[in-house]
């Protein structure tokens, strides 16, 4: 018996068909590869193209996109900071699972504060957790705004706008860091 959270008398359940017979089966290991960055910096567009390239060599992977997963599993935050807080612990929950499964798990999400990440990065311990940041200059992503929304958060319309008036702290050990001059 355990204490979890906040209930008591619950049982982790063991089977034996576990995290390595999955990844024998898939012949992979399961990893996160966590992006993060700016609106606009290119998190949606790099995971699409890295798991196109990775089915392309026969890996499976899946991508958890934050805009994606607020139509569904989060779509009851908002962009307050307890909310986003809330969003990225549950992502980094689904992460691990999806790690355990044997897949190569893409999130992509702002995630703008690092502690949240790094409490992510703790959840999977067992699985390498490859954090990669697109150190996108402010300027660029609201040259882009392919969504309008940095248009309408300088106007005041969208409150609490990440990088506008909302802070976003850039990670200090990250595996991989993207600037511009890199021509992705
Ligand atoms: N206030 C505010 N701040 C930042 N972003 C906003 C906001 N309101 C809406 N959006 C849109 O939501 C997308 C970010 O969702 P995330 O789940 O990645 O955000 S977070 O990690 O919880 O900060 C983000 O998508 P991306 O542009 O793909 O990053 C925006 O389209
Ligand atoms: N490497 C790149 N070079 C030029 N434009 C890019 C690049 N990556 C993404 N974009 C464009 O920038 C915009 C934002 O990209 P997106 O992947 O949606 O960013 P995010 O998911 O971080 O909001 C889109 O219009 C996309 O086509």
Not at 41 to 50: F, I, Y
């Amino acid at each position: 018996m355990s204490s979890v959270g906040k209930v008591t008398n619950v049982f982790w359940q063991e089977c034996s068909i576990g995290k390595f017979e999955r990844q024998k089966l898939l012949n992979q290991k399961g990893c996160v590869v966590w992006i993060t960055g700016l609106s606009g910096s290119g998190k949606s567009t790099l995971a699409c193209t890295l798991s196109k390239d990775l089915h392309a060599r026969g890996k499976l992977s899946y991508i958890l996109d934050g805009d994606n997963l607020r139509h569904g599993l989060n779509k009851d935050l908002g962009f307050k900071v307890e909310d986003r807080v809330e969003n990225i612990r549950r992502v980094g929950e689904v992460a691990r699972l999806f790690a355990d499964a044997g897949l190569i798990c893409i999130a992509s999400l702002i995630s703008p504060y690092r502690r949240d990440r790094d409490a992510c990065r703790a959840l999977l311990p067992d699985f390498s957790f490859i954090e990669v940041y697109l150190n996108m200059p402010l300027e660029l992503c609201e040259a882009r705004d392919p969504k309008g929304l940095y248009k309408l958060a300088r106007e005041g319309k969208i409150k609490g706008f990440t990088g506008i008036d909302d802070p976003y702290e850039p990670p200090l050990n990250c595996e991989i860091e993207i600037r511009p001059q890199d021509g992705l």
